[in-house]
């Protein structure tokens, strides 16, 4: 059965007892597990999100964004009606044609490959395993950080690809702060959030990320996101 609820925009000037203190962005929900589905709704709202849609249906989604614009789409990657690519066929048509959209990922299981030529386009977008969600913190933080413009990898993705890097490795000049640097990159951290994790200074960090882009010859273009692209050479290490 499609299920599609779409609500109103909220008036500015009605505060009722419930209403959430901040005010995160607008956002459509799409995944086909009601329970699921409704928990993030609930949990949005709860966080100060609004949402103005939600579907279990991905074929319609791209109708609900062109008619709410929201600020971001949270998306199951696997949908009816045959639960392969759905989802993510719906992202991006909705990055082709709404590039200002953020869009978040979600998988049950690694399904990254499917993912990379979306997540390559560097801006407001993400890729999640769903049982990132029990930490609603860390889950409304990511949520944050993509809708400013982040790009975010499920960190355990990124443990992974790391233990399986092939014989010929194009990070095998990196030192190893600079692996680990690159590592906290590809999780979406700024260069801030790397020097607290690290203990060290923001300016170490951008002395790190100047030597690393050198080191895999990632040249500065007017069209191409360097840092993107080395986030991405260390995720396609196997």
Do not use: W
């Not at 007892?17 to 709704?41: C, F, M, N, T, Y």
């Not at 100060?48 to 791209?62: I, K, N, S, Y």
């Not at 600020?71 to 992202?91: H, N, Q, Y």
């Not at 692996?179 to 060290?200: D, F, T």
Request: aromatic letters at 2%.
């Amino acid at each position: 059965m499609n299920i599609t609820m779409e609500s109103p925009r909220s008036s500015s000037s009605g505060h009722g007892s419930d209403a959430p203190l901040i005010h995160r962005g607008r956002l459509i929900v799409a995944e086909d597990d009601v329970l699921l589905r409704e928990g993030l709704v609930c949990l949005l709202h709860k966080s100060g999100f609004e949402v103005v849609a939600q579907t279990d249906d991905g074929m319609r989604l791209l109708e609900m964004v062109r008619r709410h614009l929201p600020d971001l789409v949270i998306i199951d990657i696997r949908m009816p009606p045959s639960f392969t690519t759905e989802g993510l066929d719906a992202a991006r048509a909705i990055r082709e044609r709404f590039p200002q959209v953020a869009i978040l990922l979600l998988s049950a299981y690694v399904d990254l490959d499917h993912a990379m030529k979306l997540l390559a386009r560097g801006d407001r977008v993400g890729y999640l395993l769903k049982r990132r969600i029990t930490d609603v913190e860390e889950f409304v933080e990511t949520l944050a950080r993509i809708a400013k413009g982040g790009s975010v990898v499920d960190p355990s993705l990124v443990q992974e690809l790391i233990a399986a890097r092939h014989r010929d490795d194009p990070l095998a000049e990196l030192s190893s702060r600079e692996r680990e640097v690159l590592a906290l990159m590809a999780e979406g951290r700024s260069n801030a959030g790397i020097a607290r994790k690290l203990s060290v200074t923001e300016g170490t960090v951008e002395k790190h990320v100047r030597s690393i882009l050198v080191k895999l010859k990632l040249p500065e273009t007017d069209v191409d996101h360097r840092r993107v692209l080395a986030v991405l050479t260390f995720l396609e290490t196997r």
